[in-house]
């Protein structure tokens, strides 16, 4: 089963709006959890990495402001699309990783498909 | 991509064929980890290889890894229609902080 739920799945909005993705990890603490981005037929960009309780590490071009991420506790962070627009539009994923140990693999949430009208 | 990128950028073959696809990355790695991505879905882990590992295998999966090149590939064999998906290659560097993915195989297997 699923060890990584993400919330919504599908979001439909106008420009303007501020829409809030959750990512959950279901039956493990995950000290670190990663946000991407993914446009159509392309690969995941890795937006910013996520600690509990601390700030978040964006990449390199990623508007923070724009991106909110908040990790409050060790099972979910959050990802707020901020004052959305259509080029806002994509596939956002989250994945969570179960405590700092190399030979674990990342788990992935469903993703979450925004549009913005 | 941020990683390095993936050959072929497609790739299509027949039903019980062997597919490969290969990945190259830019920097030191912790480990190597290949994902399967269905259109439009999320992603299943496939396979990890620890930097200090060179082959790993796991039913039709044989995953290698040569950190001297900075590349890895994976074989799946005896493939199936079910198979068709796209494949990333990911790794896990910078002290376990960064994981980033390759631009992607896109494997189409005809029944």
């Known amino acids: 089963g699923a060890v990584v739920s993400q919330h919504p799945s599908w979001v439909i909005c106008k420009s303007g709006t501020s829409v809030k993705i959750e990512c959950r990890s279901l039956?493990?603490?995950?000290?670190?959890m990663f946000w991407y981005r993914q446009f159509p037929k392309q690969s995941l960009m890795l937006m910013a990495t996520?600690?509990?309780?601390?700030?978040?590490?964006?990449e390199q071009g990623v508007e923070k402001d724009k991106f909110l991420i908040n990790h409050a506790s060790l099972t979910l962070s959050t990802l707020t699309v901020t004052s959305a627009h259509p080029e806002d539009s994509s596939f956002y994923i989250c994945?969570?990783?179960?405590?700092?140990?190399?030979?674990?693999?990342?788990?992935f949430g469903d993703g979450t498909r925004l549009s913005i009208l | 991509s941020q990683q390095g990128e993936e050959d072929p950028q497609a790739l299509s073959i027949q039903e019980g064929e062997n597919a490969t696809m290969n990945c190259s990355y830019k920097?030191?790695?912790?480990?190597l980890q290949w994902y399967r991505q269905n259109s439009g879905r999320g992603l299943v882990h496939l396979i990890l290889?620890?930097?200090?590992?060179r082959e790993k295998h796991s039913g039709r999966l044989r995953v290698t890894l040569d950190t001297s090149k900075k590349s890895s590939s994976l074989l799946i064999t005896a493939s199936r229609a079910a198979d068709t998906a796209s494949y990333f290659c990911?790794?896990?560097?910078?002290?376990?902080?960064?994981?980033?993915f390759g631009s992607g195989t896109k494997l189409n297997v005809k029944p």
């Open positions: 994945s969570a990783r179960y405590q700092q140990i190399s030979n674990q693999p990342q788990h």
């Open positions: 039956d493990f603490q995950a000290t670190t």
């Open positions: 996520s600690n509990e309780g601390s700030k978040a590490t964006y």
């Open positions: 920097t030191s790695i912790n480990n």
């Open positions: 290889i620890r930097s200090n590992e």
């Open positions: 990911a790794t896990l560097r910078d002290n376990f902080n960064k994981f980033y």
